[in-house]
């Protein structure tokens, strides 16, 4: 489970004493805590797919925050989040390419925009980008 990868690299990014790392994991490990307060249960692990979402919004977050330490020039604070960023999608699931996309969607008989996009919620929620499904449908 990513959970427990998770919670052994925090673990490791401390006796590694990696200040970039472990400040990544101490705000994912918070946004994974508030998850399970939200659903009410804070022993149980999280599914992988809801941990593909936390971790979606995470590096879009930093992205955003990323972008205005650029605009400052901040190079320091810039190659550290970039950092971040790549420490967090090492943990997403493979995404799905354009080409991917597209070919699943042609094989779909109903290919009307709610559709498409409740498949691909359905079936491939972590895997894929929905603004990229969202581009691509528009392009067919």
């Known amino acids: 489970m990513i959970e427990e990868q998770i919670k052994k690299a925090n673990i490791q990014a401390m006796k590694d004493k990696d200040a970039v790392a472990r400040a990544f994991y101490s705000v994912l490990m918070n946004k994974i805590l508030l998850e399970k307060i939200a659903k009410g249960d804070r022993e149980k692990p999280l599914a992988d797919s809801e941990l593909s979402n936390i971790l979606q919004k995470v590096i879009k977050e930093l992205t955003d925050e990323k972008e205005n330490y650029a605009k400052v020039n901040n190079v320091a604070e810039v190659a550290n989040i970039s950092r971040q960023i790549e420490i967090a ?28 996009m409740k498949h691909f919620k359905a079936n491939f929620n972590g895997q894929v980008d929905m603004r990229l499904v969202q581009e691509v449908l528009k392009t067919l």
């Not at 991917?100 to 969607?105: G, Q, V």
């Not at 008989?109 to 709610?114: E, G, N, T």
Request: glycine residues 4%; proline residues 7%; without cysteine.
């Open 89 to 116: 999608k090492s943990y997403l699931p493979k995404q799905l390419s354009e080409g991917e996309i597209k070919e699943i969607i042609l094989s779909l008989a109903d290919k009307s925009v709610p559709t498409v």
